[in-house]
């Protein structure tokens, strides 16, 4: 079965601190990665899409950005935290169906 | 104007009741309609799969496309508490498409 696992669950940033999300993907070769986030009571934001090692398109301008070092390895990263960062981050693939991880709840502080 | 639109809700109905849920879309190119289930605090999970027009069963779950309405359905019969969740609509043009458009979302809530 396809599953993708997220970390962590929760995260409390302090504002200017770096990020390091990271999604990884089982049961399935070669899918389409992608990083959404998702404000309270929102729907979703897509930030990110990967249809390949090395291959990011961004949606939105913005201080994230993110890497795909592996075929079913997808990395959401910053440099400096914004208070506006905070979210719920999911990341999600597309084999023949798209499915999500759990998402990691961020409070930049 | 958006591509998929959802209202957002919230949606409070009693125990055992028939739930409908909507979306409409403007891009004509959809084939691929899903709906996804959100409880608080998760991610999303796949509930209805579809492709093109027509009626979906899963239990107590039916999907409904109408692609000459650009209007799509979820049905949840004899509801029940812990369907409480938020309701993603969902489409692609193609299969495992580069993009996913998802609706903004409906919070629903079955009351005991």
């Known amino acids: 079965s396809q599953t993708i696992h997220q970390w962590p669950a929760t995260l409390v940033q302090p504002v200017g601190s770096p990020l390091s999300l990271e999604c990884t993907v089982e049961?399935?070769?070669?899918?389409?990665l992608y990083w959404y986030r998702q404000a309270a009571g929102r729907g979703l934001q897509l930030l990110f899409y990967?249809?390949?090692?090395?291959?990011i398109s961004s949606e939105v301008p913005q201080n994230l950005s993110a890497s795909r070092p592996q075929d079913r390895q997808f990395i959401l990263s910053s440099k400096k935290l914004l208070l506006s960062d905070s979210g719920f981050y999911l990341c999600?693939?597309?084999?023949?169906?798209?499915?999500f991880g759990q998402g990691t709840r961020l409070t930049v502080v | 104007q958006k591509e998929v639109e959802q209202d957002p809700g919230p949606l409070s109905v009693p125990e055992g009741a028939i739930v409908s849920l909507n979306c409409t879309y403007s891009?004509?190119?959809?084939?691929?309609f899903m709906w996804y289930r959100q409880y608080s605090r998760k991610g999303p999970e796949l509930l209805m799969y579809?492709?093109?027009?027509g009626n979906k069963e899963d239990g107590r779950f039916t999907a409904q496309v109408d692609k000459s309405s650009k209007y799509i359905s979820l049905f949840i019969r004899d509801s029940q508490p812990s369907d409480s969740a938020t309701y993603l609509c969902?489409?692609?043009?193609?299969?495992?498409?580069?993009?996913?458009?998802f609706g903004q979302g409906t919070r629903l809530t079955i009351n005991p």
């Open positions: 990967s249809v390949g090692i090395g291959q």
């Open positions: 891009n004509s190119a959809f084939q691929y």
């Open positions: 049961g399935t070769s070669n899918p389409n």
């Open positions: 969902a489409m692609s043009k193609v299969q495992g498409a580069q993009k996913l458009v």
């Open positions: 579809t492709y093109s027009s």
């Open positions: 999600a693939a597309t084999g023949a169906k798209a499915f």
